[in-house]
């Protein structure tokens, strides 16, 4: 990270460990790096290596077994569960392989529902998605429902879910998993025009090497270990 950058992400000697019955499965294993403002960041790794569980501790969607997060400075370690699906709420967005929409909203609905959840005013909610819908290119499918949209769009409105509490840092799990090569290709620039219009911190988990070069830095997971960090 760029001395200059400020640090928005931090992780401290992050392990997670599962027990099952006598045996002892090692998920992460002594964690540490750190992401600034406004980078992109892909975490590679092969299925099992531990990239999934180490994005699910970053998101609070679980808890290290040892060490610590930070996201702004504010550590993880002794926030209650309330606190931390705030804290989620407020300052992280996370892009999902499926999509996650809920079928019954509109394209509008599915967009506005975190800010909705965060109590913020209607009008202040209707700019932002207006604003989001145009970035993302689906201000004509605004009232289409999730199943009357391709993939591509799907992921799209995602990505604009994720973004409508302009959150610090934004969490992708394998964005492009579910996509063809050229929709997928349409989904990595638009997560590269995120962050420099947003300046959002991107934390990205792939399988695809091939992914790491729209990232501004690779780090590389096997068996829980970080085995390699490229620029």
Request: aromatic share 4%; charged share 25%.
């Amino acid at each position: 990270m760029d001395g200059m950058t400020q640090e928005v992400l931090r992780l401290e000697g992050v392990s997670k460990v599962y027990e099952q019955g006598e045996r002892r499965i090692v998920a992460l294993d002594e964690i540490t790096f750190s992401v600034g403002q406004g980078e992109f960041v892909a975490i590679i790794g092969s299925s099992g290596s531990g990239k999934s569980t180490l994005l699910h501790l970053i998101g609070g969607l679980d808890t290290p077994t040892q060490g610590d997060i930070f996201l702004e400075g504010r550590s993880y370690a002794g926030l209650s569960d309330d606190e931390l699906t705030l804290l989620r709420r407020e300052k992280i967005g996370i892009v999902f392989q499926f999509f996650n929409l809920l079928p019954t909203l509109t394209v509008w609905e599915n967009i506005a529902l975190p800010a909705l959840l965060l109590r913020k005013p209607m009008p202040e909610v209707a700019l932002r998605v207006e604003s989001l819908l145009e970035m993302v290119g689906l201000k004509s499918r605004q009232e289409h429902r999730p199943h009357q949209l391709s993939g591509g769009e799907m992921q799209r409105v995602a990505i604009a879910r994720a973004l409508i509490n302009r959150p610090s840092l934004l969490l992708a799990d394998e964005p492009t998993g579910n996509l063809d090569s050229q929709t997928g290709l349409e989904i990595l620039h638009l997560l590269q025009k995120v962050t420099v219009q947003y300046q959002t911190t991107l934390l990205m988990v792939t399988h695809d090497r091939e992914i790491s070069r729209f990232a501004h830095r690779m780090i590389q997971i096997r068996d829980g270990r970080i085995v390699r960090e490229d620029r």
